[in-house]
């Protein structure tokens, strides 16, 4: 077994807490919106200029005009703010977000993170992710504990260093795969450490899908 979509989501809403400014990236990350607790108050924040999101919104709610950085349809609240993405990125660059939780294609051991592009496809470019990996005071990256190929192959996402184009160096301080849940220790020699496994996974089979270096805090 491993963790949903949703479950990887509500997992990643654990790492908010009350009063914090976050930034939400496209794919699962924006699904944390529908997990935030009950009572907590977290503001989110989009580079194209809005603050204060409310859910994703459900099929047949969209609204078209609404949309975040990733173009996807979101939901206001009567609290949401717009302003200029200049302004936007100015609160990104100047360390004002407590917290970006963004998609991966690959992870190292040291917190390098690879989330924009792979040689040879089309891409829309890398966006926000390099500020927001450089400015944010904390990264949590959620992503497939793997990549599957058309062919039914499979490559691993975490990695001893990432051989992808970097978004950025050393900036990763937690990833939720649908395997488990590791810290990265980016600064320091404590390097990737397991601190959880998802419903019915065993470790084994996290090292057998995995070819970073990792340590584990499970007893």
């Known amino acids: 077994m491993a963790w949903t979509r949703e479950q990887m989501a509500a997992r990643a809403a654990r790492e908010l807490e009350d009063g914090f400014y976050v930034n939400l990236g ?3 990350p924006t699904l944390v919106s529908n997990y935030i607790p009950e009572g907590m ?3 989110l924040q989009s580079e194209n200029g809005m603050l204060g999101m409310g859910p994703f919104p459900y099929e047949g ?3 078209p005009d609404l949309i975040n950085a990733g173009k996807q349809t979101i939901t206001a609240l009567p609290t949401t703010s717009y302003f200029s993405s200049a302004d936007s990125f100015g609160m990104i660059r100047g360390g004002h977000i407590d917290l970006s939780i963004l998609g991966a ?3 190292a051991q040291n917190g390098d993170l690879a989330n924009w592009m792979i040689p040879g496809k089309m891409v829309k470019g890398m966006g926000g992710a390099m500020d927001l990996v ?3 005071k904390r990264v949590v990256v959620v992503m497939e504990h793997v990549a599957r190929a058309k062919d039914g192959t499979e490559s691993a996402k975490l990695l001893a260093s990432c051989d992808l184009p970097l978004t950025g160096t050393q900036v990763v301080d937690l990833v939720i795969t649908d395997l488990g849940v590791f810290t990265i220790d980016k600064k320091g020699s404590g390097g990737m450490r397991l601190i959880e496994l998802a419903d019915g996974v065993t470790e084994d089979e996290i090292r057998a899908k995995t070819d970073a270096h990792f340590t584990t805090a499970l007893g």
Request: net charge negative; proline share 0%; no cysteine.
């Open 134 to 136: 450089a400015g944010v």
């Open 41 to 43: 108050s977290v503001q």
């Open 61 to 63: 709610e969209e609204d």
């Open 105 to 107: 294609m690959q992870v």
């Open 26 to 28: 496209i794919g699962i």
